[in-house]
């Protein structure tokens, strides 16, 4: 499918009354294949931004359409199913299932695609695989370190190969040598064809990723990608053309 893969327009989120503005008028363009960090202080609006870009949460004007698709059109369920095949989340707490093992961890990523148990475990063991816990799938979360959990959070989020990967503060409870590992991991994910959106407030984080996107009190203030308006790919294919 061509176009962006994200595609947010005007998006504002406010909440409650008299509003609190947590987003405003948020343009943004996110393409097949970008790895991208999204940066800016405490309270500036990040994961607001995330979850609407991951169909968690609606925006109270504006258009965000996710692999081609008109997010405001789409009732629950329909976002729930594109959810499903397209967005693997990954969040600082690592959400994982404390009673159950790594690999049971990462099949129930698998959970809402209808995939039999046999082979949602098959999947699951090629995903642990792909972040290096091969040896690691029998054991329960608690047996692992962080660095180790978070990588089995991202083996469940990647584990139905969606083709975008939004990630709350991946590295925000790691020590700096797990986060580079878990960052590492990302970026491999990324150059294998996965699109991949971070959340970060650590610089470091964010100077490894190939485009960064700074927010400021619910505003964007920066893109190290200038030419990324809206309209860009159109202009491109244009070019091309
Ligand atoms: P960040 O992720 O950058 O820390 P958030 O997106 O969590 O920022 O929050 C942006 C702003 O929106 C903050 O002022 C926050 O207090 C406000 N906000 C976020 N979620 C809610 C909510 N559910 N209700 C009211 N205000 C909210």
């Known amino acids: 499918m061509s176009g962006p893969l994200i595609s947010m327009s005007a998006v504002t989120r406010s909440y409650g009354s008299p509003p609190t503005?947590?987003?405003?008028?948020?343009?943004?363009?996110?393409?097949?294949g970008e790895m991208l960090a999204?940066?800016?202080?405490?309270?500036?609006?990040?994961s607001t931004l995330l979850n609407l870009m991951g169909t968690l949460d609606r925006p109270s004007?504006?258009?965000?359409?996710?692999?081609?698709?008109?997010?405001?059109?789409?009732n629950d369920a329909e976002l729930s199913a594109l959810r499903a095949y397209t967005?693997?989340?990954?969040?600082?707490?690592?959400?994982?299932?404390?009673?159950?093992?790594?690999?049971?961890?990462?099949?129930?990523?698998l959970l809402y695609t209808g995939v039999p148990l046999r082979e949602r475990r098959a999947r699951a063991t090629v995903a642990l695989e792909r972040v290096g816990l091969a040896a690691r799938a029998r054991?329960?979360?608690?047996?692992?370190?962080?660095?180790?959990?978070?990588?089995?959070?991202i083996a469940r989020a990647v584990v139905g190969e969606p083709p975008l990967i939004l990630a709350d503060e991946p590295t925000g409870a790691l020590d700096t040598r797990s986060g580079a590992g878990v960052v590492s991991i990302l970026a491999?994910?990324?150059?294998?064809?996965?699109?991949?959106?971070?959340?970060?407030?650590?610089?470091?984080?964010?100077?490894?990723?190939?485009?960064?996107?700074?927010?400021?009190?619910?505003e964007l203030v920066g893109d190290s990608r200038p030419d990324a308006a809206p309209g860009f790919a159109d202009r491109l294919v244009g070019a091309a053309s």
């Open 21 to 32: 503005v947590a987003l405003r008028h948020v343009d943004l363009e996110v393409e097949r």
């Open 38 to 46: 999204i940066v800016g202080p405490s309270g500036s609006g990040k």
């Open 61 to 74: 004007s504006g258009d965000i359409r996710i692999a081609g698709h008109d997010t405001g059109a789409m």
């Open 87 to 109: 967005i693997g989340f990954v969040f600082q707490q690592y959400h994982l299932a404390e009673g159950v093992s790594a690999l049971d961890n990462v099949a129930t990523g």
């Open 139 to 153: 054991h329960r979360p608690r047996e692992l370190s962080g660095g180790e959990r978070q990588r089995v959070a």
């Open 188 to 218: 491999e994910l990324n150059a294998a064809g996965t699109t991949v959106v971070v959340i970060t407030h650590d610089p470091q984080v964010a100077e490894r990723m190939p485009r960064q996107v700074a927010i400021r009190d619910g």
